[in-house]
Nanobody, 124 residues
Framework: QVQLVESGGGSVQAGGSLRLSCAAS????????LGWFRQAPGKGREGVAS????????YYADSVKGRFTISQDNAKNTVYLQMESLKPEDTAMYYC?????????????????WGQGTQVTVSS
C-alpha cells in the first residue's frame, strides 16, 4: 500500500505560480513512477506530468510543457509540481498518483494509488 497526500493548491490570478507537493508513505520502494493528474468540473481526468522515481526522467502533457515542472525529493519521499504562467484553463482538482509497473504513461489506468486531490483555481 502507498499513501499519497497532496498539498499546495489555492487560488491565483492568471500568470501566477503555485507549487504542489505530494508526500508518499508506505511501500514507496515499489513505486516506479509518480504522476500528476487533474480534473476540471464536467471533464475527465487528464494526465499532466509524470516522473520515473529511479532516474528522474519526466514526461509532460503538451498543454503544460514549458510551464510546469515535476521534480522529486527522494529524502522526503515527496514529488512536486511547480506551475508557472498559470491560465484559467488550468483550474482543476489536481491529483498525485503512483504507478507500480513503471510505464509512466499519462493514462489514468496505469496508476494504482491516488491521493485525495488539491484544488487549483486560476482567475482571469
Amino acid at each position: 500500500q502507498v499513501q499519497l497526500v497532496e498539498s499546495g493548491g489555492g487560488s491565483v490570478q492568471a500568470g501566477g505560480s503555485l507549487r504542489l507537493s505530494c508526500a508518499a508513505s508506505g511501500d514507496t520502494h515499489f513505486t516506479a513512477c509518480l504522476g500528476w493528474f487533474r480534473q476540471a468540473p464536467g471533464k475527465g481526468r487528464e494526465g499532466v506530468a509524470s516522473l520515473y522515481t529511479s532516474d528522474g526522467t519526466t514526461y509532460y502533457a503538451d498543454s503544460v510543457k514549458g510551464r510546469f515542472t515535476i521534480s522529486q525529493d527522494n529524502a522526503k519521499n515527496t514529488v512536486y509540481l511547480q506551475m508557472e504562467s498559470l491560465k484559467p484553463e488550468d483550474t482543476a482538482m489536481y491529483y498525485c498518483a503512483a504507478d507500480l509497473r513503471g510505464s509512466c504513461f499519462l493514462l489514468e489506468d496505469e496508476y494504482t494509488y491516488w491521493g485525495q486531490g488539491t484544488q487549483v483555481t486560476v482567475s482571469s
